[in-house]
Each structure stands twice: as structure tokens, then as C-alpha cells.
Nanobody, 115 residues
Framework: QVHLLESGGGVVQAGGSLRLSCVASGVTSGISLLAWYRQAPGKQRELVADITTVGERTWYAASATGRFTISRDSAKNTVYLQMDSLKPEDTAVYYC????????WGQGTQVTVSS
């Protein structure tokens, strides 16, 4: 079983930056994809970005392209989401997800962007 623990959320002004981290523990071999999702109040959870563990191919939602960067440190079993030029509409709970060894979710970290 994979356990995911996010950190790095907080309150930031519009235009600011945050870096989210997600550490994977447990049985991490076999994870093929790591992703960041977010869920704003009253909205469905949406995929923000993901990265493959082989080849480190990345994908971004249109709303994240050009502002967010997903990366991973395999030695630390950690995936990051660098978020720049934050907007109030980025306010949400951000969740880490892994696929390949089941489908695992972290508990989420709150990101609040004030205008």
C-alpha cells in the first residue's frame, strides 16, 4: 500500500508562489504515475498536472500551463508542484495521487490565494 503525505500549502497573495511537496511511503515500487489534483469548494476534483515515473513525461491542465511545474525526486520518493503567478481561482485543496500500485490519495493541503 502507498501512503502519500502532502505539505506546503498556505495563504499567499495573488501573483505569489508556493511549492507543494508529496512524500510517498510504503510499497512505492510499481508506481507509474504521480499527479496533483485540486478541488475548490462546490466544484469537482480536477487534474492539475502529472508526471510519469519512467521518462518523467509531464502533462498540465490548461489552467496550469506556463505557471505550474511538476517534478519529482526519485531518491526522496517525493513529487513537487511549483506554483507561480498564483491567482485567486487557484484556491483549492490540492491532493497528491499515485497510480500503478493501486490508486492512492493524500489527505490534501489547502492553498488560498487572496486578491
Amino acid at each position: 500500500q502507498v501512503h502519500l503525505l502532502e505539505s506546503g500549502g498556505g495563504v499567499v497573495q495573488a501573483g505569489g508562489s508556493l511549492r507543494l511537496s508529496c512524500v510517498a511511503s510504503g510499497v512505492t515500487s510499481g508506481i507509474s504515475l504521480l499527479a496533483w489534483y485540486r478541488q475548490a469548494p462546490g466544484k469537482q476534483r480536477e487534474l492539475v498536472a502529472d508526471i510519469t515515473t519512467v521518462g518523467e513525461r509531464t502533462w498540465y491542465a490548461a489552467s496550469a500551463t506556463g505557471r505550474f511545474t511538476i517534478s519529482r525526486d526519485s531518491a526522496k520518493n517525493t513529487v513537487y508542484l511549483q506554483m507561480d503567478s498564483l491567482k485567486p481561482e487557484d484556491t483549492a485543496v490540492y491532493y497528491c495521487n499515485s497510480k500503478g500500485r493501486g490508486d492512492s490519495w493524500g489527505q490534501g493541503t489547502q492553498v488560498t490565494v487572496s486578491s
